[in-house]
C-alpha cells in the first residue's frame, strides 16, 4: 500500500469512528431528553367518558333556525377551554363550512390551536357565534377569515373558496360540514321546498365548493365532509336529511379514488347524537330532544369537543395513507 492509500485509510477509519461518535451522542441525548420529557410531562388522569358531560334529561328548549349555540342550555363544549395543540397543522390554510357551531367550529378551534390560519362560512343570522370562534382563532395567534353566506347558490359557494383563497393566501383543508336538517314525521310533510334546501345545502353545496376548490389544492391537501350514522341507519323522520348523508358518505369514497393519483386524500367524519344548534333549531322534536343521547350505549350525546381530534387528524401529514376513510364517533352505537 503506498502512502497516498495509507493516508485515505486513516482519514476513512478516523471519520467512520467520528460518525459512529456523533450518532452514540446523538443518541444518548435523545435518550436523556426522553426521560426529561417523561420527567416533566404533567399526568392527566383517566377521564370516565361516560361522565364527562351532561346526561339527558334535557331542558325543554327550541330556536328558530339556524340556532345559536350560546343559546343552547346546557352550552355545548366546542373545546374552548379543552384543546391543546401541538402544531400538527403548523402552516396549514383551511376553510370551514358552518365553522360558527357544533362540530365545524371545534374544529376551527382546534386548527387555529394546531398552528393553521382559518377561514369559517356561516350564515349571517349565526354572526353572534361566529364572532366568538373568530377571536378563539386570534387569540390561538392564527389569521381568522369570516365569510358570511347562504351555500345554496354555486355563485356564493364559488365566491367563498376564492374569497377563502385570497385572505389566507392559498387552501390545503377544506371542510365541507355545513348542513340542513329538519324533522318532519311524515314523508308527506316534505315540502318540495324543505327537499330543495336540505339537496341544497347537503349534497350540492360540497359539489360545488369543491369544483371551485380544486384547481388550487396542491398534493397533500385534504377534502373533509361531515356525514353522519344517518347514512347507514336512517331515522323514520329525517327522510330528506339521512339520504343527503348517504351521499356525503359515497361522494367521499369516489372522490377519494378519484384524487389520490394527484395526492389529495379525500375524508369524513360520521358523528351520532351530538349537542349542537342544529338539533335544536327543528333537527330533532323536543320529544327526541329531551332524552337525546339516551339510546346510545354511553347514555348520553357526544359534544363537538370530543371530535375535534378527528378533524385534526385526518387534515394532518401522518394520516397520509388515510384516503376514503369515514371516521366515527357515536358513542357506541350506530355505523360510520
Ligand atoms: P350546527 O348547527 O352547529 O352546524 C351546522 C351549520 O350549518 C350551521 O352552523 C350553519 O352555519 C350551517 N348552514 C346550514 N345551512 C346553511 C346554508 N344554507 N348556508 C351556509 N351555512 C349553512 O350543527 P352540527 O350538528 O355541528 O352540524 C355540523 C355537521 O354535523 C352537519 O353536516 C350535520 O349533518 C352533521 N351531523 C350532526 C349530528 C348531530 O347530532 N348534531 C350528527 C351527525 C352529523
Ligand atoms: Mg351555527
Request: glycine share 10%; net charge positive.
Amino acid at each position: 500500500m503506498d502512502e497516498l492509500d495509507e493516508k485515505s485509510r486513516e482519514r476513512r477509519e478516523l471519520l467512520g469512528g467520528f460518525g459512529a461518535g456523533l450518532v452514540a451522542v446523538a443518541f444518548a441525548n435523545s435518550q436523556a431528553q426522553a426521560q426529561t420529557d417523561a420527567r416533566t410531562v404533567k399526568i392527566e388522569p383517566l377521564q370516565d367518558p361516560r361522565g364527562k358531560y351532561p346526561k339527558p334529561p334535557f331542558q325543554q328548549q327550541s330556536q328558530p333556525w339556524p340556532g345559536l349555540a350560546s343559546k343552547m342550555i346546557p352550552r355545548p363544549d366546542h373545546g374552548e377551554k379543552s384543546y391543546r395543540g401541538t402544531n400538527r397543522l403548523a402552516g396549514r390554510k383551511a376553510l370551514i363550512t358552518g365553522g360558527d357551531s357544533g362540530m365545524g367550529r371545534a374544529a376551527a378551534i382546534a386548527y387555529a390551536r394546531e398552528g393553521a390560519d382559518v377561514a369559517i362560512n356561516y350564515l349571517p343570522a349565526e354572526e353572534e357565534d361566529a364572532k366568538e370562534v373568530l377571536e378563539l382563532i386570534r387569540s390561538a395567534g392564527r389569521t381568522a377569515v369570516a365569510i358570511p353566506g347562504d351555500l345554496r347558490t354555486e355563485n356564493f359557494c364559488q365566491v367563498l373558496v376564492q374569497t377563502a383563497i385570497k385572505q389566507l393566501g392559498g387552501l390545503d383543508i377544506l371542510v365541507n360540514n355545513a348542513a340542513r336538517q329538519q324533522t318532519r314525521a311524515s314523508i308527506l310533510d316534505v315540502t318540495t321546498a324543505d327537499f330543495d334546501a336540505t339537496m341544497k345545502t347537503n349534497v350540492y353545496a360540497p359539489f360545488w365548493t369543491i369544483k371551485a376548490a380544486l384547481p388550487y389544492l396542491k398534493p397533500g391537501s385534504v377534502i373533509i365532509g361531515t356525514s353522519s350514522v344517518q347514512a347507514t341507519d336512517p331515522s323514520p323522520d329525517l327522510y330528506d336529511y339521512a339520504q343527503t348523508k348517504a351521499a356525503t358518505t359515497n361522494y367521499i369514497r369516489s372522490l377519494a379514488k378519484q384524487l389520490a393519483p394527484k395526492g389529495i386524500r379525500v375524508n369524513g367524519v360520521a358523528p351520532g347524537p351530538i349537542w349542537t344548534p342544529l338539533q335544536v333549531s327543528g333537527g330533532a322534536t323536543q320529544e327526541k330532544l329531551k332524552k337525546f343521547g339516551a339510546d346510545s350505549p354511553m347514555g348520553r350525546p357526544g359534544q363537538p369537543a370530543e371530535l375535534a381530534s378527528i378533524f385534526v387528524q385526518l387534515a394532518a401529514n401522518d394520516a397520509s395513507y388515510a384516503t376514503g376513510q369515514i371516521y366515527g364517533s357515536a358513542g357506541g352505537g350506530g355505523m360510520p
